[in-house]
């Protein structure tokens, strides 16, 4: 069985520009997740979709980070415009109506 | 207050020891509960399930006390490859929370 991908797998920007990373999610997962990881910490949610529907995004910036899932499978996370604190590992992972979550290898961002 | 605390560590601990970990939770209504290992730079992995009965694999043994809301994980006989970051993590309310990893370094 395939796992989650995710790409790029590193970025490398400057401040104020924009970036976007791919995620595609374990054939039949409704449940898709995005992390953010800094370096020494736990991943942090960012958003949550079932299916195509956002059901959490409490801990997403809104005014740079935007998401979507169109279709309820591939999924973007964009940032726009980036800062240093931005630096991180995002992580997307996917799980079958809410249970285990299966994590992709991560997208390394760094900006400079 | 964090949803999950963890003591970051690092634990270092020679090969064939027994190590523990605890992870403290905040929320009582969490639900599930799970250990998940992290290699450097690499992606968190599910270790395993942490059910109320408490369950073992192999070497690795998972406590949950829903009254004191902590969980634990013990590892005996430790390995060189044991070595890793250990995330705590607690779902409540279909939320998933991490804890910030205890890093584990067995040494030879």
């Known amino acids: 069985e395939a796992g989650v991908a995710q790409s790029p797998r590193y970025k490398i920007i400057e401040k104020r520009q924009s970036v976007a990373f791919w995620c595609n999610p374990i054939s039949g997962h409704a449940t898709l997740y995005w992390y953010q990881q800094i370096l020494g910490q736990g991943p942090k949610l960012l958003i949550q979709?079932?299916?195509?529907?956002?059901?959490?995004d409490s801990q997403l910036p809104k005014d740079r980070f935007s998401a979507e899932r169109l279709k309820g499978v591939d999924s973007t996370l964009k940032i726009q415009p980036a800062k240093l604190e931005d630096s991180a590992v995002y992580l997307c992972?996917?799980?079958?109506?809410?249970?285990?979550?299966?994590f992709g290898p991560g997208t390394r961002l760094l900006v400079l | 207050r964090k949803e999950v605390e963890q003591d970051p560590g690092p634990f270092n601990v020679p090969e064939g020891a027994t190590v523990a970990f605890n992870c403290t939770y905040s929320n009582s209504a969490s639900q599930s509960f799970f250990w998940y290992r992290q290699d450097c730079r690499k992606e968190p992995k599910l270790l395993m399930s942490v059910y109320s009965s408490g369950n073992e694999d192999g070497r690795f043994t998972a406590q949950l006390n829903r009254a004191s809301q902590y969980i634990s994980l013990l590892i005996r006989d430790s390995k060189l490859s044991d070595s890793a970051t250990y995330l705590c993590v607690v779902n409540a309310g279909n939320q998933f929370y991490f804890g910030t990893g205890t890093s584990l370094t067995v040494i030879p």
């Open positions: 979709f079932q299916n195509n529907g956002v059901v959490d």
């Open positions: 992972a996917s799980s079958f109506l809410g249970a285990t979550q299966y």
